[in-house]
């Protein structure tokens, strides 16, 4: 009987697991189990406590006869054990009691000679406690092995579950979003939120489109450097459209076995089809949407699958009518025609770094949960900022209330600002340097830079220079101001440029003109950088120099591994040494320049580095009202003085 649950209970066992290899172990380790308690269980207490001591030859049928004859004393009856104690009449006293096996529990021949036979009888259980302790040893065991059981069992059912669900879409899905994220979060990018807000008006609305004939775009590319709100604009979308939501890494498709990647490329459109009208958003496409067939080591079979199932999706053979893909990426440049034509991504919403407006709405979004003190002024810090993104604005934010909460302030004030716009610039503050040589060539490097950005006529207002040094091996530095209007355009003209270099210069020139060519450093190492790039794309891609105004290299020259070997060479060797001669040309005229400029204010700039020397930090507006003390400043510099 047991032996038959046992096999039903192993054929049970098997069905659960499907892997041949998985089955086989699931039914050795049942067997041995089920033998262990099978074995544990059948064995009564009786066996457990050992087998009885030898009778000396007296049977039952030979005790009853005894007791019939009146040879017999007394008789002790133990039911637990099975035995019975005989002590006879002629047995010396110090003799242990014979014993007899008895057969049943009843033993009515037995009891019913005793009685006539005026035998004392007595019937008692056994004094061992041995009953107990079996039935809870053997408890224990029996569960402990029936948990290991499930254990494994559990262990196995999992394994196979994760092996079978390898190629299924790692996608999070959200039937209703809960992202918590509306358009009202996301400020700064008011043309990318309105071309998003018709994919959400679609989703809800689609009659308000279908009756005029227009179709819904299959795919919206987001565009734009890292940290302007590209994800954030997905976040948002998923909270006021909602429509069923997927959300997934361009990385999560590509896996080292060739088909995974486009396994869950199916996966995921077959459940986004069941979920129709929804939404699917990849995030860093170009993690798998590069160009195919090309690059150093040749194409990638794995990722190339994955972009080709991705592009039969989007637009194949069969419509995916109600599903809007989002993708959001830095590198458009990298990625596939195939991918980019129209029918695939219809629309490439372009997210730029944010204006003023946008830098003060996002600052007034991020700083609905900060304490700012009634000093702050949101708009002025929008004017310090040209050129920071969403994400650089919140950071500088959260590390201004994080300054504050360190220093034991109540609010935020202009002060925690300041330190934390020059802790995302420039890095982290650390202990001034004693006065000493070092410190003084800081300051007289600083000041040729500051000098220079208040004396040239197109430099922009200087904001502040300093020399307690930063994080990163930063000893000073000399913060411009920067005009908005030209940093958002990128329409940089040529006298600007000219004095941006010269201004780069200014460092070194300071340098050699106080301490000599002996004494310079190496501390112009990266303004010599800048010099060189500025120089270059001067000569070889705005045509601002005597070669003509025509560009000799694109905006890209780098190696680029999903696309070229190496970068190609649009010039022969004659032209690039003319472009050679055209970049050390422009450098050294800018610092001929700069050291004119620095040695026909000597006196002046030793009265600011004594200055600089005991307050290791002069704001633009002092520094410009000193200068304006001893020479003629330019018209901009002029009004940037009235407007600080």
Known sequence: MKQAEGKVLMGKLERRGKHPLKS?????????????????????????????????????SALVQKIQAGEVARVEIDPVRGVAEVRLKNQPKDSAPQEVVLFGDS?????????????DLEVQPSTDGGTVAWLITHGLLAFVLLMVLLMFLRR????????MSFGKSKARFQMEAKTGVLFDDVAGIEEAKEELQEVVTFLKKPERFTAVGAKIPKGVLLVGPPGTGKTLLAKAIAGEAGVPFFSISGSEFVEMFVGVGASRVRDLFKKAKENAPCIIFIDEIDAVGRQRGTGIGGGNDEREQTLNQLLTEMDGFEG???IIIIAATNRPDVLDSALLRPGRFDRQVQVDLPSYKGRLG?????ARNKKLDASVSLETIARRTPGFSGAELANMLNEAAILTARRRKEAVTPLEI??????????????????SKKKRLIAYHEVGHALLMTLLKNSDPLNKVTIIPRSGGIGGFAQQSFNEEMIDSGLYTRSWLLDRITIALGGRAAEEEVFGDAEI??????????VANLAREMVTRYGMSDLGPFALESGNSEVFLGRDWMSRVEYSEEVATQIDQQVRTIAVRCYAESRRIIRENRELMDQLVD????????????FRQIVGQHTTLPEKQLMAAKVS
């Open 24 to 60: 086989s172990l699931v039914t050795g380790t049942v067997t041995a189990v089920w033998l262990m308690l099978q074995t544990t269980l059948a064995t009564p207490p009786s066996m457990a406590q050992g087998s009885p001591r030898e009778s000396s030859g007296l049977t039952y």
């Open 418 to 435: 300041d330190d934390a716009i020059d802790r995302v610039t420039t890095g982290m503050t650390l202990t001034p340097l004693l006065d």
């Open 362 to 366: 996002i600052l007034e979004v991020h």
């Open 107 to 119: 033993n009515p021949e037995l009891i019913d000679a005793a009685r006539k036979n005026n035998v």
């Open 156 to 163: 196995t059912t999992n394994s196979s579950g994760q092996a």
């Open 320 to 322: 995916n009518a109600g």
């Open 611 to 622: 200055m600089l020397l005991e307050q290791e930090t002069i704001e633009g507006e002092q």
């Open 521 to 530: 450093t190496v501390g112009a190492s990266n303004d010599i950088q800048v």
